[in-house]
C-alpha cells in the first residue's frame, strides 16, 4: 500500500506564498498522477491541482494563475506553490495518487487512504 505524508502548512497572511509537500514513504511509481485536494470546514474534499506522469497539469479555476502543481520524481515527493493567497483557500490540503488525471478528478482509483493533511490558514 501506498503511503502519502503531507507538509508545509501554516499561517499566511493574504496575497502571500506557501509551499507544500507531499512524501511517499516508499516509491511513487513514475506511472502515476498526483494531486492535491483540499476540505474547508462543512464543505466537500475538492481536487485544486493535478499533474501527469508525463507533466501535464490541471488546476481548479479557483486557484487558476495563483497555484503551481510539481513533482520531483528522484524524491517521491509533489509540490504545490501557492501564491497570492487568499482567505478562499483556507483548508486542510491532502495529496493523493492515480493511474490518470481523469480518476484524480473523479476520485476514482486513488492509491492511498486519507492522511492527516496539512492545514492552511490565510488571514491578516
Known amino acids: 500500500q501506498v503511503q502519502l505524508v503531507e507538509s508545509g502548512g501554516g499561517l499566511v497572511q493574504p496575497g502571500g506564498s506557501l509551499r507544500l509537500s507531499c512524501a511517499a514513504s516508499g516509491r511513487i511509481f513514475s506511472g502515476s498522477a498526483m494531486g492535491w485536494y483540499r476540505q474547508a470546514p462543512g464543505k466537500q474534499r475538492e481536487l485544486v491541482a493535478s499533474i501527469s506522469s508525463g507533466g501535464s497539469t490541471s488546476y481548479a479555476d479557483s486557484v487558476k494563475g495563483r497555484f503551481t502543481i510539481s513533482r520531483d520524481n528522484a524524491k517521491n515527493t509533489v509540490y504545490l506553490q501557492m501564491s497570492s493567497a487568499e482567505p478562499e483557500d483556507t483548508a486542510v490540503y491532502y495529496c493523493?495518487?492515480?493511474?490518470?488525471?481523469?480518476?484524480?478528478?473523479?476520485?476514482?482509483?486513488?492509491?492511498?487512504?486519507w492522511g492527516q493533511g496539512t492545514q492552511v490558514t490565510v488571514s491578516s
Open positions: 493523493n495518487a492515480a493511474p490518470t488525471l481523469l480518476h484524480l478528478q473523479s476520485q476514482r482509483a486513488l492509491f492511498a487512504s
